[in-house]
């Protein structure tokens, strides 16, 4: 039987925006179990980014709790909730965020060098990860010699390379024409079989949504079943 990873209650989440209230969620209740891969659709301001983004303690709710392994996240302090992220999650959003003086092999070796790896031990596990995502040819290339499907796989690279248990993906195809979209799906996919990384992706697309094994619908801040 699977580990349950998330174990989201009651969660709300209110924005103060220019002294008025902008609700964003309500009332979501969701279990994600360790090595599904989950759709979340939804239309533009829904409120599914601001799921994933609480997912990732990248924001904090308004009310509700987030056990993540049992712990309740948010009553954790910024330290834990720093190493929780830099350890157990890989953050890809739908710009790629590459640092474009830097070659693909050296975006993919930042996080392992920021974290006090040797060099060595950066480059090796930068490399092997490259291979997995198809770039092994690429790795001296800058991001702007690289196609724009080719970029979104350095990011996934990138967000691979510290071994996360999740991959929280935000739109992650939404600058991708449909085929190269589809193809960084497959990708998603790969990396689940193989080495059983949890995904969470969100995305306006239920085309795209469905490629993952569970889906739900996000709509107007309330989480349901997915048609």
């Given amino acids: 039987m699977s580990e349950l990873l998330y174990s989201v209650r009651g969660l709300g989440k209110v924005f103060d925006k220019a002294g008025s209230s902008v609700f964003a969620l309500g009332g979501v209740n969701m279990d994600i179990s360790s090595g599904e891969t989950l759709g979340v659709v939804g239309v533009s301001g829904s409120g599914k980014s601001t799921l994933l ?26 330290r834990e909730l720093s190493v929780f992220r830099n350890s157990e999650i890989g953050f890809i959003f739908q710009f790629h965020y590459l640092l474009m003086e830097f070659t693909a092999l050296e975006n993919v070796m ?4 920021i974290d006090r790896q040797s060099f060595a031990e950066a480059k090796q596990k930068a490399c092997e990860v490259l291979e997995r995502v198809g770039l092994s040819e690429r790795l001296d290339h800058l991001p702007g010699e690289l196609s724009g499907g080719e970029q979104q796989r350095v990011a996934i690279a990138r967000s691979m390379v510290r071994e996360p248990r999740v991959i929280l ?5 939404g600058n991708l024409d449909k085929k190269t979209g589809f193809s960084v799906l497959d990708l998603f996919c790969g990396l689940n079989e193989d080495y059983g990384v949890t995904v969470v992706m969100v995305t306006h697309n239920s085309e795209f949504a469905k490629r993952m094994k569970k889906t739900v619908r996000i709509s107007d801040g309330m989480v349901g079943n997915a048609n």
């Fill in 53 to 78: 983004h609480i997912l990732g303690t990248l924001e904090s709710p308004t009310e509700g709790s987030v056990f993540y392994r049992g712990k309740d996240l948010f009553k954790q302090d910024e």
């Fill in 169 to 173: 993906a935000d739109e992650p195809t």
């Fill in 110 to 113: 930042m996080p392992c060098l």
